[in-house]
């Protein structure tokens, strides 16, 4: 009897590496007005940008229903498998109780445990990796539960907009609302590292704003990591590792932020996430 991962699609992990991992990434949906697509099937990160360039309605996400995580947990657990899942923050989602309420269903059929990620983008697909790898290596549910909630409390996120429309329409603005004054003026940038939005500076410069985050990622110094710097734009992550590669000697791992977090980052959006080591 092995342990089975599965996610949702907040996790902005590539294709290659969930296939890698055996990881079952449960979809969100995205809606554009009266247009709606699943992610990762219907909507590539390509299309989803370029339609979020040219709509005039702000995209808005959709949780799973319970019954697509049902589907996933069948899928995985019905030859007798176990099954840990491991969602998105529960403070910005609905998702997880949707996988809470799929595991409640199959109670004495599958057994499925569901854990809060608290973490979004690669923060928690750097959380989904670990899991697949301890659970590979035959570590039982509670054992990778364990390890799933020390990860997240080491994980350390921060992402930098180039605009708050997006967050403040989808209502995530959270304990940043003291943001909104100076809006136009600056290029927030939002502590993530619980799980929650949080103000943490508000440089006027995109450029001030990408060597802040590589100031602070340099601040933890050897306690970094499982780095990963990430993008809506693919070309905006590489500016940020070519700003630490002088200073920070680590691997680093470049990936892309989705329509999940895109819809809710909007256009320009873009992080870094690691752990701190214990």
């Known amino acids: 009897m092995a342990v089975r991962i599965v996610t949702d699609s907040a996790c902005d992990l590539d294709q290659a590496l969930v296939d890698r991992h055996g990881i079952e990434v449960v979809p969100l949906s995205i809606r554009f007005g009266d247009d709606e697509f699943i992610d990762r099937v219907e909507l590539s990160n390509d299309d989803f940008y370029a339609r979020m360039a040219q709509s005039d309605t702000l995209p808005e996400t959709a949780a799973p229903s319970p019954g697509a995580f049902e589907q996933a947990f069948r899928k995985l657990g019905g030859g007798g498998d ?33 854990v809060d990620s608290r973490a979004l983008t690669l923060g928690l697909g750097n959380i989904v990796i670990a899991a697949a790898e301890a659970a590979a290596a035959g570590a039982t549910p509670a054992e990778i539960v364990a390890k799933v909630e020390d990860l997240s409390d080491r994980t350390r996120m921060w992402g930098m907009l180039d605009t708050l429309d997006n967050l403040l329409k989808g209502g995530r603005i959270g304990k940043a609302q003291q943001l909104m004054g100076s809006v136009l003026s600056i290029k927030p940038i939002l502590d993530m590292s619980t799980g929650e939005v949080h103000e943490a500076a508000k440089p006027r410069t995109r450029k001030k704003g990408l060597l802040w985050l590589r100031d602070k990622v340099l601040e933890f110094g050897d306690d970094v990591e499982g780095l990963w710097v990430m993008a809506g734009d693919p070309d905006d992550a590489g500016e940020l590792v070519d700003l630490l590669a002088p200073d920070y000697h680590g691997a680093i791992g470049q990936g892309r932020i989705g329509p999940v977090i895109g819809t809710h980052g909007g256009p320009g959006v873009m992080g870094v996430s690691f752990w701190v080591k214990p």
């Open 82 to 114: 176990e099954v840990v899942c491991i969602n998105l923050s529960a403070a910005l989602s609905a998702t997880m109780q949707s996988a809470a309420a799929a595991a409640k269903s199959l109670e004495g059929e599958i057994a499925v445990t569901v």
